[in-house]
């Protein structure tokens, strides 16, 4: 009995110990594992990768995932909107007897002329709004003409000498609200709109959008986000892509869409990108960014598919 009860000890201490909590999202020392597979995405990372220099790179990322959604791989193509189209959907927004609607490949724009003078004589003077006005007619036309536009970045500004309030507002693209971009080696592919809306009645002064059409698409697999972090520790251990010279840590990792061209055909596919914002030796010390540095691996099977230097 005594022989049993010490067998029993030494099994529970065991199995205590095996079952302890490891610090969250930590890199293990067998480089096995990252994040915690069987808990929920993190909404933020941090870790520590070895890498072939001898230097570490440090991981302290926010998390923008949409994995729990499908996930597609397909192609698009270009638009072909009418101008009958255009002035139906957006006539709640525009001045039939000033503006006047344009088309140009996937780009399509529009111009009240009342404005043309002033275009770009205005004073921002407040960031990071996102009136009702900008989020209503984004909404209303993506889904009354099949675009894609995801709402980037808004700003408040005077229009001079007017003195009128506007809100000039950029956007990007998506595939259902998954952000798409286009592999760097391809940047005449770039996909965003921009425009200016008068605050008080919410008619648009400007607009241009560029955008495309989901030609086809299939379900895909993809890792899952532990395998991602994986991928790209063996990627900096083996020297294929650098850790950042600077030592700035990755501060974003998020699910995308990667378009790139295959021939004469534009496809797009399931990508996680690692982002790290850049300040060039100029503007060191000033709150200003001047670039994003990013690596883009394939979600589907971690392979390297657009690397923009950290250098």
Request: aromatic share 12%.
């Given at each position: 009995?005594?022989?049993?009860?010490?067998?029993?000890?030494?099994?529970?201490?065991?199995?205590?110990?095996?079952?302890?909590?490891?610090?969250?999202?930590?890199?293990?020392?067998?480089?096995?594992?990252?994040?915690?597979?069987?808990?929920?995405?993190?909404?933020?990372?941090?870790?520590?990768?070895?890498?072939?220099?001898?230097?570490?790179?440090?991981?302290?990322?926010?998390?923008?995932?949409?994995?729990?959604?499908?996930?597609?791989?397909?192609?698009?193509?270009?638009?072909?909107?009418?101008?009958?189209?255009?002035?139906?959907?957006?006539?709640?927004?525009?001045?039939?007897?000033?503006?006047?609607?344009?088309?140009?490949?996937?780009?399509?724009?529009?111009?009240?002329?009342?404005?043309?003078?002033?275009?770009?004589?205005?004073?921002?003077?407040?960031?990071?709004?996102?009136p009702q006005q900008v989020e209503e007619?984004?909404?209303?036309?993506?889904?009354?003409?099949?675009?894609?536009?995801?709402?980037?970045?808004?700003?408040?500004?005077?229009?001079?000498?007017?003195?009128?309030?506007?809100?000039?507002?950029?956007?990007?693209?998506?595939?259902?609200?998954?952000?798409?971009?286009?592999?760097?080696?391809?940047?005449?592919?770039?996909?965003?709109?921009?425009?200016?809306?008068?605050?008080?009645?919410?008619?648009?002064?400007?607009?241009?959008?560029?955008?495309?059409?989901?030609?086809?698409?299939?379900?895909q697999e993809c890792l899952s986000l532990?395998?991602?972090?994986?991928?790209?520790?063996?990627?900096?251990?083996?020297?294929?892509?650098?850790?950042?010279?600077?030592?700035?840590?990755?501060?974003?990792?998020?699910?995308?869409?990667?378009?790139?061209?295959?021939?004469?055909?534009?496809?797009?596919?399931?990508?996680?990108?690692?982002?790290?914002?850049?300040?060039?030796?100029?503007?060191?010390?000033?709150?200003?960014?001047?670039?994003?540095?990013?690596?883009?691996?394939?979600?589907?099977?971690?392979?390297?598919?657009?690397?923009?230097?950290?250098?």
């Amino acid at each position: 009995m005594k022989v049993l009860k010490v067998i029993f000890l030494f099994f529970a201490c065991f199995l205590l110990t095996a079952c302890a909590a490891k610090p969250e999202h930590q890199v293990e020392k067998n480089n096995k594992s990252i994040v915690d597979e069987t808990a929920e995405i993190p909404s933020h990372i941090k870790a520590s990768i070895s890498c072939a220099d001898g230097s570490i790179q440090e991981i302290d990322a926010d998390v923008i995932w949409s994995g729990g959604t499908s996930l597609y791989a397909g192609q698009v193509c270009s638009v072909d909107y009418n101008t009958t189209d255009l002035e139906e959907v957006f006539q709640k927004w525009t001045d039939s007897e000033h503006g006047e609607f344009f088309q140009e490949g996937e780009t399509f724009s529009y111009y009240d002329n009342r404005y043309g003078e002033d275009n770009e004589n205005y004073d921002s003077i407040e960031g990071g709004c996102y009136p009702q006005q900008v989020e209503e007619f984004i909404n209303q036309m993506n889904q009354n003409l099949g675009t894609h536009q995801l709402l980037k970045e808004c700003y408040s500004e005077e229009i001079l000498p007017s003195r009128e309030s506007a809100y000039e507002f950029y956007t990007s693209v998506g595939i259902d609200d998954i952000p798409m971009i286009v592999k760097l080696e391809a940047n005449d592919l770039e996909y965003n709109g921009s425009g200016r809306i008068l605050a008080n009645d919410g008619k648009l002064i400007d607009l241009m959008i560029t955008d495309f059409e989901v030609d086809s698409r299939e379900p895909q697999e993809c890792l899952s986000l532990n395998m991602i972090l994986m991928c790209l520790e063996e990627l900096l251990q083996q020297g294929i892509i650098e850790p950042i010279s600077s030592g700035q840590s990755i501060n974003q990792i998020q699910m995308c869409y990667m378009e790139e061209k295959n021939e004469e055909k534009f496809e797009f596919y399931p990508a996680i990108a690692f982002y790290t914002s850049y300040v060039a030796e100029p503007l060191k010390g000033m709150d200003e960014e001047f670039a994003r540095r990013y690596i883009v691996l394939d979600a589907r099977d971690g392979s390297l598919v657009d690397y923009n230097t950290w250098r």
